[in-house]
């Protein structure tokens, strides 16, 4: 192995994936579970796919008045992000997007956005990788890309899904995104929040 094929081998151990090759979250939205986010890593040498399935009901009077599912894989080779193809059902509404990477950057399009090439530092808002927040982020869900603004207040007990409480730094991005997200002392993503359709939502995590 040559040098260049040993750092990028070794960057590929970087990445935060979990120890179980999964995570699963609950949905909340004002305190009542709506759905969940599950996340599946399947590695293969440096090749490395992350299978994403998020899928939530709103529902009033017990009427469904929202809802949103996802399913996406992300691609990734020796510790470099390769691209990521997303299909996303908002209410009704079927969207699809593609991002790959090519010479400069990545070539990103969507049923709402024309093709364009990103910057190199793309990565997608998908969570599980903490670097997100050091580059421009990908919406999984438009195709659309932005540079965050990130602060962080602190660090914060969380509640877990099971009934257990996890200890996580909160991140709050800003910008055109308006999101709070937490990892733990190992960078392995521990919760979300954010609000949408008049309504406060919250990940917690099964641990």
Do not use: C
Not at 32 to 51: C, P, T
Not at 91 to 116: C, Q
Not at 150 to 161: D, F, I, M
Request: hydrophobic share 40%; net charge neutral.
């Amino acid at each position: 192995m040559d040098r260049r094929s040993f750092l990028l081998s070794a960057a590929a151990y970087t990445l935060p994936i979990p120890s179980g090759n999964g995570m699963h979250f609950r949905i909340l939205r004002n305190g009542n579970a709506v759905g969940d986010h599950y996340l599946e890593f399947k590695q293969s040498g440096g090749n490395l796919a992350i299978a994403i399935s998020m899928g939530g009901v709103v529902k009033i009077a017990g009427i469904t008045v929202f809802s949103y599912d996802v399913k996406a894989t992300e691609y990734w080779q020796d510790g470099v992000f390769q691209g990521v193809d997303s299909a996303v059902n908002n209410n009704g509404t079927p969207l699809e997007i593609h991002a790959e990477r090519i010479a400069g950057g990545y070539s990103v399009y969507s049923t709402l956005v024309p093709r364009y090439v990103a910057p190199p530092n793309l990565l997608p808002l998908t969570y599980w990788n903490k670097a997100m927040l050091d580059g421009m982020i990908l919406n999984i869900s438009t195709g659309h890309s932005y540079p965050p603004i990130v602060h962080s207040p602190g660090w914060n007990a969380l509640p877990t899904a099971n009934a257990g409480m996890l200890t996580a730094q909160r991140f709050d991005v800003t910008g055109k995104l308006h999101l709070s997200v937490w990892y733990d002392q190992n960078n392995s993503w521990s919760g979300l929040a954010f609000q949408r359709m008049g309504g406060d939502f919250s990940y917690e995590k099964y641990v």
